[in-house]
């Protein structure tokens, strides 16, 4: 049986970053389900998901109802397509971003892990 306290000092040099990670998860975690814009931008790409669930384009001209903003389609796309099942809400929309967000951890660990020097 291998002893412990080399264990320890890597323990100790991880201790700040899970610190960290905790931190985002308690933060991320409050957001999640708080029912009003936590930024100026989710209210407008939850009506960019609406027009598009209801078959109107995001891509048109400016007019006094609707200002496109100028962003790929697939955000407003993917939370027009589950909020069909879901609702269209602000929960989905931040429990999308936020697989998102887990899914380019992910991928980067996987790079960096499968990278040779």
Same mark, same amino acid.
């Given at each position: 049986m291998k002893p412990?306290?080399?264990r320890l000092g890597w323990l100790l040099l991880a201790a700040p970053g899970l610190y960290q990670v905790a931190l985002l998860v308690i933060a991320v975690g409050g957001? #999640?389900?708080y029912p009003y814009d #936590?930024?100026?931008m989710e209210?407008?790409?939850l009506h960019h998901a609406l027009r598009i669930q209801t078959?109107?384009?995001?891509y048109t001209p400016p007019s006094v109802d609707f200002i496109p903003y100028l962003y790929t389609p697939l955000y407003p796309a993917l939370l027009a397509v589950l909020g069909e099942i879901f609702g269209?809400?602000?929960a989905l929309g931040r429990s999308i971003s936020m697989l998102s967000l887990i899914g380019?951890? #992910?991928t980067a660990m996987t790079a960096i892990a499968g990278s040779r020097y």
């Open positions: 412990w306290w080399p957001r #999640l389900l #936590l930024e100026w209210g407008g790409m078959g109107h384009g995001i269209i809400t602000y380019i951890a #992910l």
